[in-house]
Every structure is written in structure tokens, then in C-alpha cells.
């Protein structure tokens, strides 16, 4: 039993790299003739136009009663106010129809409505 490991290490060993040798053959004979170049690097993107300042918005800030109100503003028309309360969960106000008309919305979603359920009073 232990000759028979033998022969089969030593066959192993030997056929190796005749076998990877065959296997390396269709890489050697490929024809350089047909061999394509690169495509050529294309050249980089043409530079950004500066955008116009009237699209940034204009924010104020203002402080009232440990409250804090940001107004945004683009062609000084209000389009949204973020409101940091002193104590608690900043929410916003949006005017998404441009009428005027402002919509609280919470943590980016006007459609969730947090529970808020007394539990206990002392």
C-alpha cells in the first residue's frame, strides 16, 4: 500500500508540468497579428459652467424664545422654515404647491405620524 502512494506522489509530481504546459499552449499560439490596440483615452469632461447665484437659496436665521427658525428663501420667495425647538424634534414647514400654504413635515415624510400617547402623569 505505501508503494503504491509512492508511485502515485511521484506520478503527480512528474505530470505536473506537462499538464499546465498543455494548458499554456493556447495562450502561446495566439496570432500577434490580430492582436487590436487600445482605444485611446478620451479626453476629460469640459469644465462645469458656474452656477447662477440666484438658484442658491438665502437663508436667515433668527432666535426666538430658545427657538430657532431658518427661512429659506430663493428670489426672496419663502419656500421653507426649519424650526429647532429648544426642546425636542426640529420639524419643517414647506410650501410644496408655491401658493403660500405650508405643510409640517417630520423627518423628510409628511405621512408619519408619530404616537404620542400619555403613559403616566405625576
Known amino acids: 500500500m505505501r508503494r503504491i502512494q509512492t508511485a502515485l506522489v511521484v506520478l503527480f509530481v512528474l505530470c505536473t508540468p506537462l499538464?499546465?504546459?498543455?494548458?499554456?499552449?493556447?495562450?502561446?499560439a495566439?496570432?500577434?497579428?490580430s492582436a487590436?490596440?487600445?482605444?485611446?483615452?478620451?479626453?476629460?469632461?469640459?469644465e462645469m459652467a458656474p452656477l447662477d447665484a440666484s438658484f442658491e437659496p438665502e437663508v436667515?436665521?433668527?432666535?426666538?424664545?430658545?427657538?430657532?427658525?431658518?427661512?429659506?428663501?430663493?428670489?426672496?420667495?419663502?419656500f421653507k422654515i426649519k424650526v429647532t425647538p429648544a426642546h425636542g424634534v426640529p420639524y419643517y414647514l414647506i410650501d410644496r404647491n408655491g401658493d403660500g400654504n405650508f405643510t409640517q413635515t417630520t423627518m423628510g415624510s409628511a405621512d408619519v405620524s408619530v404616537p404620542q400617547w400619555v403613559i403616566g402623569t405625576f
Open 19 to 28: 499538464v499546465l504546459t498543455f494548458a499554456a499552449l493556447p495562450a502561446l
Open 36 to 46: 487590436q490596440p487600445l482605444p485611446a483615452i478620451p479626453p476629460p469632461p469640459p
Open 30 to 33: 495566439q496570432d500577434k497579428a
Open 60 to 78: 436667515t436665521i433668527k432666535k426666538r424664545e430658545g427657538d430657532t427658525i431658518e427661512e429659506h428663501r430663493i428670489n426672496g420667495k419663502l
